[in-house]
């Protein structure tokens, strides 16, 4: 979350640098250059909470043997990033690159996405973040140490403070990836965050935010109570009501917005 206990930025760790090569994007990759690449791929490992504002990044030539490419690459990707102010540089002792900005989204683009994908393709994304997430907390609650569950807790304190759809949405998604880092199961969280690296874009309008954020914040923390408490069997089974109350509720407002379309 950008800080450690002095204040100083936080360095990005490998375990985020392996979550960020996992992530999806929205562009075919082949319709790009590596730089560009680079460039999306930081851009959506901060709309899902992997990277934040103030995080440092690692000296360029360990980040691009991390992502595979080489360092002129990256240092085209990170120029880009720059100039969309979301990487800034310091120079001297002391400097490197860090995360300076966030991702902005309009709350028009999430309900966009909404409306464009299909009923089945939405339900089984959902269906898909059920499985892999009751999975994960039902590991986590058998496997988890005390440390964990504190990043946990913090990252739904961090979830109730924010009040925009895309700062929800980073620490929504940070939350269901984190119960595969709990799980200490690398092919867990990996899935994890492909599924909200294409799940995430369509959460958190407007309306959600006014009916589900408190909501979401108490079925959060029951979650992380069954697991700190070692109940697996509960952990499995808040954490599926939980995700099949936000597929119930993103179905219903994406046949919503067609009916709405269809009107027009």
Do not use: C
């Given at each position: 979350?950008?800080e450690?206990?002095?204040?100083?930025?936080?360095?990005?760790?490998?375990?985020?640098?392996?979550?960020?090569?996992?992530?999806?994007?929205n562009?075919?990759?082949?319709?790009?250059?590596?730089?560009?690449?680079?460039?999306?791929?930081f851009?959506?490992?901060?709309?899902?909470?992997?990277?934040?504002?103030?995080?440092?990044?690692?000296?360029e030539?360990?980040?691009?043997?991390?992502?595979?490419?080489?360092p002129?690459?990256?240092?085209?990707?990170?120029?880009?990033?720059?100039?969309?102010?979301?990487?800034?540089?310091r120079r001297?002792?002391?400097?490197?690159?860090?995360?300076?900005?966030?991702?902005?989204?309009?709350?028009?683009n999430?309900?966009?996405?909404?409306?464009?994908?299909?009923?089945?393709?939405?339900?089984?994304?959902?269906?898909?973040?059920?499985?892999?997430g009751?999975?994960?907390?039902r590991?986590?609650?058998?496997?988890?140490?005390?440390?964990?569950v504190?990043?946990?807790?913090?990252?739904?304190e961090?979830?109730?403070?924010?009040?925009?759809?895309?700062?929800?949405?980073?620490a929504?998604s940070?939350f269901h990836?984190?119960?595969?880092?709990?799980?200490?199961?690398?092919?867990?969280?990996?899935?994890?965050?492909?599924?909200?690296?294409?799940l995430?874009?369509?959460?958190?309008?407007?309306?959600?935010i006014?009916?589900?954020?408190?909501?979401?914040?108490?079925?959060?923390?029951?979650?992380?109570?069954?697991?700190?408490?070692?109940?697996?069997?509960?952990?499995?089974?808040?954490?599926?009501?939980?995700?099949?109350?936000?597929?119930?509720?993103?179905?219903?407002?994406?046949?919503?917005?067609?009916?709405?379309?269809?009107?027009?």
């Amino acid at each position: 979350m950008g800080e450690d206990n002095t204040g100083a930025p936080n360095m990005v760790s490998p375990r985020s640098l392996d979550m960020m090569l996992q992530v999806g994007t929205n562009f075919p990759d082949d319709s790009m250059s590596l730089a560009e690449q680079i460039m999306h791929r930081f851009e959506a490992a901060l709309s899902i909470g992997i990277l934040s504002r103030g995080d440092r990044l690692p000296p360029e030539s360990d980040l691009a043997e991390h992502l595979g490419v080489s360092p002129l690459t990256l240092r085209h990707g990170l120029h880009m990033l720059r100039q969309r102010g979301l990487v800034a540089t310091r120079r001297g002792r002391g400097g490197g690159s860090y995360i300076s900005g966030q991702v902005i989204d309009q709350n028009e683009n999430t309900e966009l996405r909404l409306q464009q994908i299909d009923t089945d393709g939405l339900r089984d994304l959902f269906d898909l973040a059920a499985s892999a997430g009751r999975a994960a907390a039902r590991l986590g609650a058998m496997r988890t140490d005390a440390s964990e569950v504190a990043g946990m807790r913090a990252w739904n304190e961090h979830f109730l403070k924010e009040t925009t759809n895309a700062g929800l949405r980073r620490a929504d998604s940070r939350f269901h990836i984190e119960l595969g880092v709990l799980a200490q199961s690398p092919q867990l969280t990996s899935l994890l965050v492909r599924v909200q690296s294409e799940l995430a874009p369509m959460t958190w309008w407007e309306k959600q935010i006014a009916e589900r954020k408190s909501t979401a914040y108490d079925e959060h923390n029951s979650i992380i109570d069954a697991i700190a408490s070692g109940n697996h069997e509960e952990a499995e089974s808040l954490t599926t009501k939980h995700i099949e109350k936000e597929q119930v509720y993103a179905i219903e407002h994406h046949l919503r917005l067609l009916m709405t379309e269809k009107e027009l």
